[in-house]
Structure formats: C-alpha cells, structure tokens
C-alpha cells in the first residue's frame, strides 16, 4: 500500500521527507503506493475495531479501507497550502475542491403587483386599450416596480448561465 519509512521512529527522517504513524494520518495526505509510483489521497483515517489497527480509506480503494498497523512508520506528503481537493469527494466525479466562482446570469422575471395611476376615464374598461396606454407610459407605475417582489409577487420564468469562470486574486467581477 505504502512506502514505508526506513527508520523505526517518525520523528527521525531526511530533510525533506514527511515521516508519521498510521495513528497520525488525516484526510488530504498522500500516501505513496504501487511501489511509489503513485500517491493516494487519504479520504478517511480512524482507529479501527481491532486494537493496535488503523482503517484507511485512500482515493483509489475501490473495496473499501484497508487495515494497517497503527504504529507502522509511513512515508506521507502533507497537502500545500491553497484550496485542496476534498478528500471524500464526490465517487462519481473523484475529488472535489471548493474555489470563488464569478457567475453572469440573465433571468426572465415576472412581476405581479398593484401601482395607483391617473388614468383617462375612456379606457378603463377596455384592457387592450390600457395595456397599450400602461406600455406607452411606464413612467406612471415604475416607480412601484419592486426587484425584490416586496409589493407583489416575483417568479423567475426563464434562467440561463451566460457565463462561468474561476475568481483569481485581484477580481472585481
């Protein structure tokens, strides 16, 4: 499964070389497999049933987690600093990482609300009539037209995504 250290005790390693005990591993650290040809994410760590034990769930565990000594000395890359995938992922679509996105939406919304006008008395009764007088002259209700549907109803009849991007440092979007 893993590399396993040289030395009997995880605090003695090389400089660069992150040494641990199976007892001490955290989702988000690689562990090195196939004989270091690969790194595996831990997903999930917990002391198992059996005393002295470790049940490990590495990203590529498709039977489920494997038991490893608990005091076994391991060979262990830490994540880096900055957004990092999620360990438990999702196991359909593999690992997951959480980042800022910058979204362009345009939406269809309806309004339903109430606005008082002074209106000639000659078209009142007739709706075609004030629909067209209402739509010559939105100046006369506007002014109530709520965006947030506070004075009437609001629905969104039609969503669509314009445009999706990853936020870098510095954006104003």
Known sequence: MSALCNH???DYHHDGETCMYARDLRPGEKLSVLRGSAQ???????????????????DVSWD?????????????????PGPQPDPAG???????????????????????????????????????????????REELWLDDLDPTGKNGALSVTER???EARVARAGDRS
């Open 40 to 58: 595996a994410v831990v997903r999930e760590a917990a002391l198992a049933e059996e005393d002295g034990w470790m049940s490990v769930l590495l």
């Open 64 to 80: 489920g987690p494997t038991l490893i000594s608990s005091d076994k000395v391991l060979s262990v890359r830490r994540p880096e």
């Open 160 to 162: 669509t995504l314009d």
């Open 8 to 10: 009997t005790r995880a």
């Open 90 to 136: 999702d196991s359909d679509n593999g690992p997951v990482t959480t980042v800022t996105v910058a979204l362009t939406v345009t939406e269809t919304v309806t309004y339903d609300f109430q606005s008082e006008v002074e209106l000639p008395a000659d078209i009142v009764d007739d709706e075609i009539e004030l629909h067209s007088y209402l739509d010559e």
